[in-house]
Every structure is written in C-alpha cells, then in structure tokens.
C-alpha cells in the first residue's frame, strides 16, 4: 500500500501581510496593496486599520465610491478614527464636492485640532481671507405729492479666518422728510454642523429705525442640501419694542437655493418692516483672492 503525504493548507501570516501592504501603499504600488489587504481582511474581517488603508489605497486608484464605502464603514466601527474621516474629505474633494470635504475636515479638526495635514487641508479647501466692499442705493416716487424714499447702505466685511467673517453695515434712510442713519456689526461663524451669526445695532435720535437691536441666527446641516434655519430678534423703537422668532427650512438645488418652509412669530407693540438685506448680503462671505 502506497502512502502519499499530503501537504497542509498554508496561511499567510495576515499581520505580516498587512506591513506588507502599508509599506506598499506609502510606496505608490497601490494595486499590490490593495491585493494583500483583501486577503487580510478575508482573515480578519474585523480588521479596522486594514479596511482604512484598503480605503486608502482605492482612492489612490480613483476608485472613489469604493474608497467612501470603506471609509464609512470605518466610521461605524470607530466613529472617532481620524484618518478615515479624513479620507471622506479627500473622496469629496477628488469628486469637487468643496462644502461636504470641508465639512468632512472641520470633523475631523474638531477631534484632532494639532494634526498639520488637517489644518493645510482646510486651508486648501478655502481661499485666503480678503475684504469685502458694497455700496448700493435706492430712490422710490411716491404718489399724492409725497417726498421720494432714499436709502444708501455702505458695508464691508473681512474674513478673519477659515470660519469667521465681520460684517459692519451703515444705512442712511429718508422717509417722509424724516432721516436716520442705522449701524450694525455683525460675526458670522462656520462650524461643522453649520454656521451661526449674531448682530449689534441701533440708530442715533431715530424717527422709525430702531435704536437699539439685537439679532442671532443659525443654520444648521439636517439632510443632505436640506438645512434647517432659526433666527430671532429683538428691537426697540420710539414707540415700542417688537420681537421675532423664525424657524425655516431651505433647500440648496442646481438652480439656487429654494426656502421650503417660512415660519414667522412676531411680538410688538407695532409692525416695522425691518429690512434683511444685511443678512442676505454678508452671510456667507467666503475669502476671496
């Protein structure tokens, strides 16, 4: 009777395997890296840091769904692992997706604020701070022998960083042969979850603007292009004090943004018509080169 040895299955040594692939990848030999790492995560599913690098390794191919599947799936198992957070910010800058990479590294800067590379990449992502100038002006006729309307607004905002953006406004109005002249300031704020503003103002001896105001805002990231807003003020005139509250949603599509849903609570001892051309001119002030 004849008696072959038959030789045992051989498995690679995943550990081994894996420094193999890192070294790899670091190399620029994406493709070899991308090989080995699948077969260590056939042995170790589990693995977090070879799925993070076999992410990495992906984007390095421009395979960008794929690199962004790992990477979340990274995110579930460790939702604080730096490196594949930043790897979703790479994936959307790859795609020109500029507000979701720097959404994605504004993340990832809140976990790790001391990283280099995530600070130069923020920096990439956003144009250098600069001033911004505007002055415009309007002029209404009225009817029945009445004096014309006149406006003239004057406003200049600075980008002090890659999230903070002053505003100062100054409105010279005449109405009805009665003139005010209102100024404000403003700071605007980018956060991960979205951004916030709040705002000083008041008028000098005014007849119909408000000698004092306050106003605060937020708009904040619940779906994707859908984000919920909130803004309230306060402000005392001559003859009263009014105060709002409005919560909206707004919806940002290829042909603009679009306001879904515009709730309004006023309380006031009189209806003013506030104009909100301050806010709709200076939020969203980017650095300009």
Known sequence: MLVQDVPAEVHPDPTALYEEAVRDRRAGRSEAALAKLDTVLRIRPEDTDALLNRGLSLLALDRLDEAEADFEAVLVRAPHYVDARLGLALVARRRGDAERAIMETDKALLE????ADLTALARALRPRPAWRFDLDGSRSRLAAGLSDWNEVRVAAAHAMDERSTITGVGEWTERFDKRDLFVE??????FPWGEAYGALGGAVEADYRPTASVRVGAEVHLLPSINGTLDASAARFASGNVSS????????LAQGRVRLLDGKSVRSAQTTHLSTAVRHQSRGVRPTD
Not at 245 to 252: K, N, S
Request: aromatic share 0%; proline share 11%.
């Open 112 to 115: 790790a604020p001391e990283r």
């Open 245 to 252: 509250l409005q919560p909206g949603l707004v919806a940002d």
């Open 185 to 190: 300031g403003r700071l605007d704020r980018l």
